[in-house]
């Protein structure tokens, strides 16, 4: 059985050179959760499985919950991951927005216990900064640079952006590698 989530300790290896990793990233939202599995083999990288949980706002806070874990759930089987990992929690202004956060990511993370799978958390800063090397660049650079590192045909959907690009930090931070970035694709 794997491990519980956990922050990988400083003296873990990262994976060994040419050996293949699927990590699921999850963008989590009540009414929009992203979901991105990025494969990586070496220094390669490839976007295997994407989707999107909608759910409309007249739906209630249970059961939107109860389709987020769903659908997590069904990525976990279909996609098989190594590893999950999650924008960490961070400090909102609004005290029912936070809560309503913490419930989507609590029901993301329970599907990703169920599973088995170790989930690793990112600070937004450390997603952007291993992706286009700036903690503070902007939504777009972002994207453009996965158009770039996953050798995509378009700027993904938001969520599904936001997700690969925290499935992205969580590869690099394994690997070891200096900086994502084309020239090393």
Do not use: W
Not at 68 to 79: F, K, L, P, S, T
Not at 122 to 144: L, T
Not at 147 to 171: F, N, R, S, T, Y
């Amino acid at each position: 059985m794997r491990e519980p989530s956990r922050s990988r300790p400083s003296g873990e290896p990262g994976l060994a050179v040419g050996a293949a990793s699927r990590t699921l990233g999850i963008d989590t939202s009540l009414r929009s959760t992203g979901l991105g599995v990025v494969e990586a083999t070496g220094n390669r990288y490839r976007m295997t499985q994407q989707a999107v949980l909608k759910n409309s706002a007249s739906l209630p806070l249970t059961a939107c919950l109860l389709r987020i874990r769903e659908g997590v759930a069904d990525m976990i089987r279909q996609a098989k991951p190594d590893a999950a990992a999650i924008e960490g929690a961070f400090f909102q202004k609004n005290a029912r927005t936070a809560m309503i956060l913490g419930h989507a990511r609590g029901v993301a993370l329970a599907a990703c216990a169920e599973a088995g799978l170790p989930v690793y958390e990112y600070a937004p800063r450390r997603v952007k900064q291993a992706i286009v090397g700036y903690g503070g660049a902007d939504k777009s650079q972002v994207a453009q640079m996965l158009v770039k590192l996953l050798a995509l045909d378009a700027v993904p959907q938001e969520d599904i952006g936001d997700a690969l690009a925290i499935a992205l930090c969580h590869l690099h931070s394994q690997t070891g590698y200096a900086a994502l970035s084309p020239q090393t694709i």
